[in-house]
């Protein structure tokens, strides 16, 4: 079975411009997840799709992020415009159902410089 | 949001040592899961806990729930370098068809062979 894949791994930009993030999640896994962790703090919530659908989305820190999930497949998280603070590791994770563990990405390196 | 507190926040052993990792909050959780990251990759699921009082075993990591479902320990015996990494704990609050999961400080645990 594939893994949940992020890409790109690594992504430097500079401020004011915008990225995209994207995720597959494991083939048939209906919930996606994104955290996002910062330098030295702890792996934040960002948003949760049950399919196509967002069932949460109170972790996204401001109007500047905008995440989709197409056709409830692989999912995008798109910066516009970058900030400084933006600048972490983003996380995409994918499970079967609400009740069971995790399955993660590698991650997405992001530097805003 | 829970805040969950783990500690220690490092701890470097030798080769064969025993060791327990602490996680706490001041809220009750529906469930707790145990993961391990490693530089560069996303963390990877080690087990879930639901129930209060609950001990799984894991091979040589023995992970338990506390009888509040306030806090949760993993105790790793006989530590082996491949034990290296960084253990979060999550806890997750909600019932119903809907989870949110938060994560906690981490603790990076290094093994000296």
């Known amino acids: 079975e594939a893994g949940v894949t992020q890409f790109p791994s690594h992504s430097v930009i500079e401020k004011g411009q915008t990225v995209t993030l994207r995720c597959d999640p494991i083939s048939g896994h209906d919930n996606l997840y994104w955290y996002r962790r910062v330098m030295g703090k702890e792996i934040k919530f960002l948003l949760h799709f049950v399919k196509e659908s967002k069932q949460d989305e109170s972790g996204m820190p401001n109007n500047r992020f905008l995440a989709e999930r197409t056709g409830g497949t692989y999912s995008t998280l798109k910066v516009q415009p970058a900030e400084l603070e933006d600048s972490g590791v983003y996380f995409c994770?994918?499970?079967?159902?609400?009740?069971?563990?995790?399955?993660f990405g590698s991650g997405t390196r992001l530097t805003v410089v | 949001t829970q805040l969950l507190e783990q500690s220690p926040q490092f701890l470097s052993i030798q080769e064969g040592e025993n060791l327990t990792v602490y996680c706490n909050s001041s809220?009750?959780?529906?469930?707790l899961q145990w993961y391990r990251q490693e530089p560069g990759e996303g963390p990877v699921l080690l087990v879930t806990v639901v129930t209060g009082g609950e001990v799984k075993k894991l091979k040589r990591l023995t992970f338990q729930f506390g009888d509040a479902r306030k806090d949760s320990s993993l105790h790793i015996t006989a530590a082996q370098p491949g034990d290296t990494g960084l253990y979060l704990c999550?806890?997750?609050?909600?019932?119903?068809?809907?989870?949110?999961?938060?994560f906690g400080t981490g603790t990076k645990l290094q093994v000296i062979p």
């Open positions: 994770a994918s499970s079967p159902t609400w009740k069971d563990g995790y399955t």
């Open positions: 999550a806890g997750g609050e909600g019932s119903g068809g809907y989870q949110k999961v938060t």
């Open positions: 809220s009750v959780f529906s469930s």
